[in-house]
């Protein structure tokens, strides 16, 4: 799970990045093939494990 939230000036999060959109996370993680964000208020991250690639 990614939290899916926008930065504050204050808060009590303690989180040092923030992915309020999903090209955020891309810029961060680099774009991985098989892999998706699915919005579920948050981001779930799912990657396939591909077994040829080991």
């Known amino acids: 799970m990614i939290p899916r939230e926008r930065p504050h000036r204050y808060s009590f999060n303690l989180h040092l ?12 993680a680099g774009a991985v093939p098989g892999s998706s964000l699915v919005d579920l208020g948050d981001w779930l991250y799912v990657e396939t494990f591909d077994e040829s690639r080991r």
């Open 17 to 28: 990045h923030f992915f309020p959109h999903s090209s955020s996370w891309e810029a961060v």
